[in-house]
Each structure stands twice: as structure tokens, then as C-alpha cells.
């Protein structure tokens, strides 16, 4: 008995203390470029010992002290080994394991990766996209990402605007595996263009900031790349079905062939959807269509890819105030009390009242202001004030819309008729060849081409006072008796000398075109120099065409449309008859927009393999700007010399040798003469001429030639190629401490060539802006990660620094020598944007998961001057006094921004989600999501005359509850995917958008005069306005069968 327990005792003995000599190893695989976890993959430390992952991913060895080589492999992927020294109770060891073509996305599509690159990202993944979807929009889902706002209403062509720490669109990279799909001419993203790629998804990324991108692309505010999946090994196919709020219908398939004989395979997908949209007669008919052929032809994977979404729908443009979508709403935003209330709105009738009365009434009126004034106490000035900082609307006699209220349809005939209308098809068509020299060294070349097609319709005459009916919907009707029923005074709308019976329309919708045609190669090497350092370097080149035109959309029961004399082309006679236009006929402008683009891009990246990993890169671009207006007068070249837009079509042009004179007639009302005396030419020019080379009154010239529209000396009117130079600098550091810690740093400077709209002026002079700069931006960014096997969490600090924040489109100034306006940039507007942004994940148990983020910014703008402006040659440009002499006064602009917050976007965002899996196949998710610091949108150079340093009105801040849920049926062959989505659980009413001061809320006129209204909108209150109101409660619902 004695010898059985000692040897009990020497065994635990022995097992305590092998136990205190060994360690237990746990991590993760996760797919390198999704994140996705990989179930059953394997992790070998030893031949035939080892364990696989689990249905998380996960995996734990417990060893005993000492060093081992990890070994993680997975069927498809490239296998990773891992030294490790096992020499305490705990390490964590992950691995992100890549596939061939993953090398070809990190190469090409500047893919970010989890502890490797120094940048701050996130990863939107598969998984993600199943569950939070739906028939919604893609970029909604980045919403859940620090630092990124997302609008589902306020873009430019009636959906989405994404913000990525308060920078718009135009300030963000978008691209589709590493080809940009950002607008050349203005940087705009039309997200409509995108639905349908979500089937195909393999990860979409968001990196913040200056990210690593190699390319010579400006982001400010950081990239989103769409990476589209590879061909897959096994074969597979899916069919889906969503419907969702709205009457949004949406059905999509895909099928991929898996990797078949000889290196062969391909995927294909396609979807449709419609619906009625959030607001009224905001209807939707949307196509999406993936086509994708691959082949591997020794060291090389070559493949061929289209993808296109067509899309139609009714367009919701103008912002409204707020009192016409909800007094009651309106109302409840006032700061005060009851007594106060009623004071500002009884002092604002009296006071609108005498802005607009006749000479009669203002004394009665302004005695009654006068003694207001004295009874409260107020001067109008502290009214104003009083009424801004408690948040006061009027709302007496308002008639609310609702929330869905859209000015832009209205009835004709008892048919609803859609004032704006928007069509538009961009596909994307793409050759690549993918070529593994060898094992360090890889090179990639795409080849890759885009067209775009399609526009939006409006009503000519601009939609103003008096063009509603009494419900505020567009007067179609009325539109269309003025064109096709006889005036007052019996009168058909007929112009004889154009044609006797056909009808005349002075009401018309056109539809303004937008096409483009967009040449690319991108050709990129990557070279792995040793174990620790990779150089990765190309080249970009690019060619852009934009045609920009408008025509006749629709008559409106007439039959021709004679525009305004000062829109009649300068391509024809300055008649009516001439300018007679049927549906289908160009009007208002013609023009082409082109863009040059190359650039060289190179990277060093150094990585030890344990801890240090950096990267210094540093691009060059140069941009070429031309611009060809079809309806401008056309250019005179003879002799060796250009006078640009010089002859008109009616026009004569007299040179000899050393000056030319034009004797113009194309300008309403202009008629010129000209005789020749002996070998001296005597032209007379009406005074309202507005052509340079033809002064008013009588020049003369002496041996000169005429010059006509068609001869050959007379080309179309063109802004020859200006060439402007950009680069990009930026480097990163990141450092691993004991392999749960990391930090990084990076920093960056952009010297960003100019947008085309602040280079080419683009109106009737077709000529270069003076005092064009480009934008220079400087970005630091701080960051740290922490990990374990059931938490992660990451912080990062930003700063940015944006110089030469351009004006869009600049202003006009006069230049009393050539007798013509010209556009010039102001390039004194600075701002800055920094914050901090947090996401942390917490695997609380196998079951139950909660994920967090905040962002907290800081967007301020940074200028506070008077600036003057400089001709070409560098001589001040003084303001124009009575004949457009120069006065002794120099034309300045003043403003006051420093300081004040920068709009559009909130800056502060927090949100939870918790995932709860509660049965095997089956999961429930909420979210909730807090929006605030959300400042109406402005234009900073209204900050001057009493409003300086003024802050915009700020939006209430709101937050969001959001459930998903889902199960998976699996069978035999197939397994059926159930998910259910409710965003705003709570229906909470809340405003997305807001501009404060816009001109275009024109159904304000339900209760002011149009003259009212523009002097109740200047000033940033809630009263000056002009919203959107977000979304409400909304569903989802889908099927989806995947064999």
C-alpha cells in the first residue's frame, strides 16, 4: 500500500511539474483577403501531429516549453509556417493564409492586411454582406465603420453619399479590383453604378486616411476597393430573392464553374430590382450583368471581366425646409419657451410683412415693428439672432408635405409625369494577365475600358414661384396648355416665319447628358528583393473623354422650342428659325472635356517577419486638361497664331499679318457693318457686342484679308492641352509587441492637381482660369491593436491638413483690356480634420459576440482672409465701374470661416452590435448606431458681412436600432439561406442631409413669397435650412437557394 502511494505521489508530482514546463498555443485562420475564418483547416507542429480549426476558425495545442515550427495549410491556399517559442502558459498565433489569385489582388488592388499594413481599415465581409443586405444598398453597410458616414438619400444622383471623416465622394478613391471608377472631370462617385456587385464579392475594404494604396490617386479621405471573387475550386450556383420596404423587388443569380480541365474556368451573376423608393414617384428599375473567363497558361493567369448596371429612376433633387416635410417637427426643434415663441412668431409676420409692401402700407407697418421693438426690446438684428440660437422656425399657415414629399412630378393628361428622370449605363471591361516570373518576382498588367451613357431630364424654365399647383406639384398641365392652347386673346403659340401650323413651346423638358469614354493601363511589378524588403513599381495611364451636352427631352404637346437669344449657338444664324429645336436637337451647350493621365508609382516595403514592417512610397502624376465647346465661336489660327473664340457663324474676320478685327453680328440685337476704301477695311461694332476682337464703334485695318465661318483658318473652339504636375509621398512604420500588441505611424503629403472644373472655364469664353494651383494636403496618422484569443480592439489618432481647398468653379472676374470676364480660383481656403476612431470585437462565448466602434472628429475650417485677385500677368484686377472702365477699387473677396465646423457628415459616431448564434444555422443580431456633431452644410465665403466666424446650424443628433436574423436550411445538394432586416426599429425621425442658405427649397413659397423666402434664407439656422429626412422603419426579407 505504502509503495501504491508513492508512486501516486510521484506521478502527480511529475505530471505538476511537466505541466509548469509547457504552454498552450490558440489562434485564428482567417482568409488573408476577406477575413473570413477557415473551418477545418490544419496546424501541424510535427509530421502527423498537429490539430484542425474549428466552425470559428480556431484552433489550441497545448506543447510543452520549447521551439516549434507551425505549419498552417488549407485546400486552395498557400500553407504558412511559423516559428514559435513556446515559453510561458499563453501565445496567440494567427494565420491569414492567401490564395495564387490573392497575390495577384495585393499586387494590383493595394489590398490592406491585419497587422502588416500601417494603416487604418476595415474589412466589409461576405458574411456581413449576407446578413445586414438585403435589398438595400451596398454602401449603407458602411455605416458600421469608424470615421464613415453614409447618407441614403443625399447624393448627387438621388441615393447614397458616403463620407469618410467629413471628406465627400470627390475626396474618395473607389475602385473595382484596383481600377478607379471615380468621375475624371469631377471626382463624383454615382453609387447607383454599383448595384448588383455585391453577388460577387470578395471582401470590400475601406481604408481611412492617405491609406497604402501605391497609385498616384488622391484620396483625402481614404479608399474603397471592391474586390470581386476569383474562380473558386468547387463548382457552385445560387439563386436569390429579396423584398423589402418600398416595394422593393430584387432577384440575382450566379454561377461559378470552379477551376475546370486545362486551366479553364468562369463566373457569371446577374440581378434586377425595382421598386417605388422612399419619396414620392422616386421610382427604381435597376440591371446588373458579371461576366468573368480566366485561363492559366503556365506562369501566367490571364482573364477577361464585363460588369454594367443599368439603372433608371425618378430623381428627388431639391432639399425642402424642414416646416414642409413636418411643422410639427419643426416646431418641436425650438430651444425656448412657449411665450418666447409666440413673440418671434408674431414679430416675423409684421416683419415679413414689410418687406414686401406696397409704399402705402410700409408706415403702418413699421410703426407696428417700431413698437415691437420696444415692447420686446430687440433690435432686427438681435430678432435674427434670438430666432438662430433657439432654433426658431415659423410655422403659422404652413402646409406640411410629409416626409416623402418631392417637388419634381407632378400630373399631366391624368398621367404622373416626372420632371427629373435619370438613366444612366457605365460598364466596366477589363483583360488581365497576371505573370509569376518566379517565386520573387511578379508582374501585372490590365488593360481596361469604360463608356458611360445616359443623363437626367428638367424643366426649361427653371422650376420657380408659381410653377406649382396647389398640392406644390409640378403645373405639367398648365405647362402644357401654354404650349398647345390659344392666350387671351386667342392666339395659338405659333411662330409664322418658322412654320405656320407646327406649335411653338416655351415649356419644355431637356435632358442633360453626361457621357463619357475612359481609356486605361495599369502595369505594375512586384519583386521580392530578400526575406525582409519587396519593391513593388509601375506605371498608370489613363485617357478621358466627357461629352457634355443637353436636348429636347419632351415638348409638352408642342412642336419645336426656340431657346432665349443668349443661348443660341454661335454654330448657326442668330435667328429663331435657325434655332428651332424638335425633340431629339441639341440645345444650351456642346462640349467635350478631355483628360490626360500618367503616372509612376514606386514602393519599398520591409518586413523582419516578427516585428518591424514598413513601407516608404512615392508617386508622380501629370494631368492633362482640354476642353472643346462645339456651340462656342470658333478659333481663328492663321499666320502661326490663335485667337480663340473669335468668329461666330454670321461673324466676318479681317487679318493682316499683325491684328485682327471682327465685325460681329451673333449677339441679340447685334448688327455690324464693314466697307473697304483703297486697301483700308472700316468696321462698326454695336456697343452691346460682347466679342474682344470686335470693339464697339468704328475701327479700321489696313491690307487685310477676310476671314469667314467655313474657311480654313476658322476650327472649332478648343482649350489646347494644359499639363499640370502632382505627386504623393507617405511612409509607414508598424511594430509587434509580444504578438497581442501593435502600433503604428504614418504620414503623407499630396500635392493634388486641380479638378477639371477649376482649370477650363466652362462657360461661353472656353478659356483657362488664371491663378490655378493645385491642392496640397498633409496627413499624420498614430495607431494601436490589441488582440487575445477572444478580443481585439484597435485606436487610431488622424490629423490632416488641406491647403487650397478649391472654390467650385472658382469666380468670375473682369478684365477691362481684353473686355471679358474670366475665372479665377481663390486658393486661400485651408481646413483641417483630425479625430480619433475606435472598433473593438469581443468574442464573449462560442455563441455570443459584441462588436464596437466610435469615431470622435474634430473638422474645422482654417481661413479667415481678404483676398484680392492678379491677371495673368500678375497686375491686380480692380472692380468694373459704367462701361466697363476700371475703377481705383481692387476686387476682393472677404470671409471669416476660421474656426467654424465643417458640414455634411456628423463628426461623432458610436455604435454596438451583439450577435447572438443561438442554435446551430441560426443567428440574431442588433444593432444600435449614435450619429451627432452633424453641421448643415455651407458655403464658407457667406461668413463675412455680420456673419463671421458664424457656426452652421446643427443638426439634432439621433441614433439608430437595426435587428438581423437568420437561419440556414441545409440538405443534401442544397442549402437554403433565410434572413430577415429592420433597420430604424424605432422609427425614429431624424434628418440625414442638410444645407444651410441654398436657393433651391423652392416650396417654401407654400408660406413665404419667393422674395421671402430668399430673405429668410440668409442665415445658418434651422429657419434657413434646406433638409432631407433619413429613412424610417424599413425591411428586408430574402431567400437564398446555393447548390
Not at 418671434?344 to 407696428?368: C, F, H, M, T
Request: aromatic residues 14%.
Amino acid at each position: 500500500m505504502k509503495r501504491g502511494l508513492i508512486s501516486a505521489i510521484l506521478f502527480i508530482l511529475s505530471w505538476t511539474l511537466m505541466a509548469q514546463d509547457s504552454g498552450v498555443i490558440r489562434g485564428t485562420l482567417k482568409d488573408k483577403g476577406t477575413g473570413e475564418t477557415l473551418i477545418g483547416a490544419a496546424v501541424v507542429y510535427a509530421d502527423g501531429k498537429g490539430v484542425t480549426t474549428d466552425i470559428d476558425g480556431k484552433y489550441e495545442l497545448t506543447l510543452s516549453y520549447g521551439t516549434y515550427t507551425l505549419k498552417a495549410s488549407y485546400v486552395g491556399y498557400e500553407s504558412i509556417e511559423k516559428k514559435v517559442t513556446v515559453d510561458s502558459k499563453f501565445k496567440q498565433v494567427d494565420f491569414a493564409l492567401g490564395t495564387t489569385t490573392l497575390r495577384e489582388v495585393e499586387v494590383v488592388a493595394d489590398l490592406a492586411i491585419a497587422e502588416e499594413t500601417p494603416v487604418a481599415f476595415s474589412n466589409i465581409t461576405p458574411k456581413q454582406i449576407k446578413q445586414e443586405l438585403g435589398a438595400n444598398d451596398l454602401p449603407l453597410l458602411l455605416n458600421t465603420t469608424p470615421g464613415v458616414y453614409v447618407s441614403p438619400t443625399g447624393g448627387p444622383d438621388g441615393g447614397a453619399r458616403v463620407a469618410i471623416r467629413g471628406f465627400q465622394d470627390r475626396n474618395i478613391t473607389v475602385m473595382i479590383d484596383g481600377i478607379p471608377i471615380n468621375n475624371m472631370d469631377n471626382g463624383n462617385v454615382f453609387w447607383a453604378n454599383t448595384f448588383g456587385i455585391d453577388g460577387v464579392l470578395a471582401n470590400m475594404q475601406v481604408q481611412r486616411g492617405m491609406t497604402s494604396s501605391r497609385l498616384a490617386i488622391p484620396a483625402i479621405g481614404g479608399t474603397i476597393n471592391f474586390i470581386t471573387k476569383s474562380i473558386e475550386n468547387e463548382e457552385s450556383v445560387y439563386l436569390r430573392q429579396d423584398y423589402g420596404s418600398f416595394n422593393t423587388l430584387r432577384t440575382s443569380f450566379g454561377y461559378n464553374s470552379g477551376r475546370l480541365n486545362k486551366g479553364w474556368g468562369f463566373s457569371l451573376a446577374g440581378s434586377f430590382r425595382k421598386g417605388d423608393g422612399f419619396s414620392e414617384q422616386q421610382y427604381r428599375e435597376e440591371y446588373f450583368y458579371y461576366g468573368k473567363v480566366q485561363k492559366e497558361l503556365g506562369n501566367h493567369i490571364v482573364s477577361v471581366s464585363a460588369l454594367g448596371s443599368p439603372v433608371e429612376y425618378g430623381v428627388r433633387q431639391d432639399r425642402q425646409k424642414i416646416a414642409t416635410y413636418d411643422k410639427d417637427y419643426a416646431a418641436g426643434l425650438f430651444q425656448g419657451n412657449n411665450d418666447l415663441y409666440n413673440r418671434l412668431s408674431s414679430y416675423n409676420v409684421v416683419y415679413q410683412s414689410l418687406q414686401y409692401a406696397s409704399v402705402a402700407e410700409r408706415p403702418v407697418l413699421q410703426e407696428q415693428l417700431s413698437n415691437l421693438n420696444e415692447q420686446y426690446g430687440w433690435s432686427e438684428g438681435e430678432f435674427f439672432d434670438i430666432a438662430a440660437d433657439n432654433n426658431f422656425i415659423d410655422t403659422a399657415g404652413v402646409i406640411s408635405r410629409g416626409f416623402r414629399y418631392n417637388n419634381h412630378w407632378g400630373t399631366l393628361n391624368g398621367d404622373i409625369q416626372n420632371e427629373r428622370v435619370r438613366n444612366y449605363h457605365k460598364p466596366v471591361f477589363s483583360v488581365r494577365d497576371f505573370w509569376t516570373i518566379n517565386e520573387n518576382l511578379y508582374l501585372s498588367n490590365v488593360v481596361y475600358y469604360s463608356y458611360g451613357r445616359g443623363g437626367q431630364t428638367s424643366r426649361v424654365p427653371t422650376l420657380g414661384y408659381g410653377d406649382y399647383d396647389e398640392n406644390l406639384q409640378v403645373d405639367f398641365q398648365t405647362d402644357y396648355n401654354t404650349n398647345t392652347q390659344p392666350n387671351i386673346f386667342g392666339q395659338l403659340p405659333l411662330d409664322t416665319a418658322i412654320s405656320l401650323t407646327d406649335l411653338k413651346s416655351s415649356i419644355i423638358l431637356r435632358k442633360t447628358f453626361d457621357n463619357h469614354y475612359w481609356w486605361g493601363w495599369l502595369s505594375t511589378v512586384d519583386w521580392t528583393i530578400s526575406e525582409r524588403m519587396t519593391f513593388a513599381g509601375g506605371l498608370d495611364f489613363r485617357t478621358y473623354q466627357s461629352e457634355q451636352y443637353r436636348e429636347v427631352d419632351n415638348l409638352l404637346g408642342g412642336d419645336y422650342y426656340v431657346p432665349p437669344a443668349d443661348e443660341f449657338p454661335f454654330d448657326r444664324p442668330f435667328t429663331s428659325v435657325s434655332n428651332a429645336s424638335r425633340e431629339g436637337d441639341r440645345i444650351q451647350y456642346y462640349n467635350d472635356n478631355l483628360i490626360r493621365w500618367g503616372a509612376f508609382f514606386t514602393e519599398l516595403k520591409y518586413n523582419d517577419n516578427e516585428n518591424w514592417r514598413a513601407f516608404v512610397n512615392l508617386s508622380g502624376v501629370v494631368t492633362g486638361y482640354k476642353r472643346i465647346d462645339y456651340f462656342n465661336r470658333r478659333d481663328i489660327i492663321v499666320d502661326g497664331e490663335r485667337f480663340p473664340n473669335a468668329l461666330a457663324y454670321d461673324d466676318v474676320g479681317f487679318w493682316n499679318g499683325s491684328e485682327l478685327i471682327v465685325a460681329a453680328n451673333s449677339a441679340a440685337g447685334a448688327t455690324s457693318s464693314f466697307n473697304t476704301v483703297g486697301d483700308t477695311t472700316f468696321v462698326t461694332n454695336p456697343s452691346n457686342n460682347e466679342n474682344e476682337y470686335g470693339p464697339a464703334g468704328t475701327s479700321s485695318i489696313v491690307g487685310a484679308r477676310e476671314i469667314r465661318y467655313f474657311d480654313s483658318e476658322s476650327q472649332v473652339s478648343e482649350v489646347p492641352w494644359k499639363n499640370i504636375p502632382g505627386f504623393t509621398v507617405k511612409a509607414g512604420v508598424s511594430r509587434s509587441i509580444e504578438e497581442r500588441h501593435t502600433v503604428f505611424i504614418n504620414a503623407g503629403y499630396i500635392s493634388r492637381t486641380p479638378r477639371f472644373r477649376n482649370v477650363v472655364e466652362l462657360g461661353r469664353f472656353n478659356q483657362f482660369f488664371i491663378n490655378v494651383e493645385n491642392e496640397n494636403i498633409s496627413s499624420a496618422e498614430l495607431g494601436y491593436g490589441y488582440r487575445t484569443y477572444n478580443f481585439s480592439v484597435n485606436v487610431n489618432g488622424y490629423y490632416t491638413y488641406w491647403e487650397n481647398r478649391p472654390v467650385d468653379g472658382g469666380f468670375g472676374v473682369f478684365l477691362p483690356d481684353r473686355g471679358i470676364f474670366v475665372q479665377s480660383n481663390l486658393n486661400e481656403m485651408d481646413a483641417i480634420h483630425m479625430g480619433l476612431e475606435l472598433s473593438f470585437k469581443y468574442v464573449i462565448s462560442e455563441k455570443l459576440n459584441l462588436d464596437g466602434f466610435a469615431s470622435i472628429g474634430d473638422w474645422r475650417w482654417n481661413s479667415a482672409k481678404t483676398v484680392n485677385f492678379f491677371d495673368p500677368q500678375g497686375r491686380p484686377i480692380f472692380e468694373v465701374g459704367p462701361n466697363n472702365r476700371p475703377t481705383d477699387e481692387l476686387v476682393e473677396v472677404s470671409f471669416d470661416a476660421k474656426g467654424v465646423f465643417v458640414g455634411d457628415a456628423p463628426q461623432t459616431q458610436i455604435g454596438l452590435a451583439l450577435q447572438y448564434d443561438f442554435m446551430k444555422n441560426a443567428y440574431l443580431k442588433g444593432r444600435y448606431v449614435y450619429f451627432d456633431k452633424h453641421y448643415s452644410n455651407f458655403d464658407p465665403l457667406f461668413l463675412s458681412d455680420g456673419n463671421e466666424g458664424r457656426q452652421s446650424w446643427k443638426i439634432p443628433g439621433y441614433g439608430l436600432t437595426s435587428i438581423f436574423a437568420g437561419y440556414r436550411f441545409d440538405f443534401s445538394k442544397v442549402s437554403l439561406d433565410l434572413n430577415l432586416i429592420v433597420e430604424n426599429v424605432f422609427n425614429v425621425r431624424y434628418i440625414s442631409d442638410a444645407s444651410n442658405n441654398e436657393g433651391d427649397a423652392l416650396v417654401t413659397a407654400n408660406y413665404l413669397s419667393g422674395e421671402a423666402t430668399q430673405a429668410a434664407t440668409q442665415a445658418f439656422d434651422a429657419n434657413s435650412a434646406s433638409v432631407y429626412f433619413g429613412l424610417p422603419r424599413t425591411f428586408s426579407i430574402s431567400l437564398k437557394a446555393t447548390l
